[in-house]
């Protein structure tokens, strides 16, 4: 059974920093591409960042080099390092697997997700 489990979540001020994390479980790890998205009330869900098991990565272009995705395939967890946090980075943050060859932030290929971990930027 496919487990993925967000944490990291929390409030901070703008300008502060987050890091969240995945812990993935049930599946063979290095295998699939994983992303983080996120989604604001009433908005649809768009995808942050991208890693396939290569290391290889996207990003939104809006992120201007705030966020850094990363993993670690040993202990089979995906990071979303945020620094320098706006207002508008305030959604419920989501990790998620797919298994399609091209690793997209489309969240229609990806198959399984966290419950998410929602994160509050305040001025």
């Known amino acids: 059974q496919v487990q993925l489990v967000e944490s990291g979540g929390g409030s901070v001020q703008a300008g502060g920093s987050l890091r969240l994390s995945c812990v993935a479980s049930?599946?063979?790890?290095?295998?699939?591409?994983m992303g983080w998205f996120r989604q604001a009330p009433g908005k649809e869900r768009e995808g942050v960042a991208s890693i396939d098991r290569t290391g290889r990565i996207t990003y939104a272009d809006s992120l201007k080099g705030r966020f850094t995705i990363s993993q670690d395939n040993t202990k089979t967890t995906l990071y979303l390092q945020m620094n320098n946090l706006k207002p508008e980075d305030t959604a419920m943050y989501y990790c998620g697997r797919n298994y399609v060859r091209v690793c997209t932030r489309s969240s229609a290929d990806f198959d399984y997700w966290g419950q998410g971990t929602q994160v509050t930027v305040s001025s």
């Open positions: 049930g599946y063979t790890y290095s295998t699939a591409c």
